[in-house]
């Protein structure tokens, strides 16, 4: 019997997809509603967006984990 809390490659990629995009766009928003310049606001969207993701992957066995 497989594993519930298993997901599916496409199931992963969706979920990694759309926490990019809103870690991204939270902080991008969140940089320019500081005040902040739009090359400073860009990195903070590239930042958030790959910290949402890792934070979204914690507890699942992490990156290149590969699951039978």
Known sequence: MENPRQSCSVCRLLRSLSFSV?????AGFGALQLGWGND???IAAV???VAAVVWSNRGRGGFGKISH
């Open 40 to 42: 400073t606001a860009i």
């Open 47 to 49: 930042f958030g967006s």
């Open 22 to 26: 809103l870690g991204g766009g939270v």
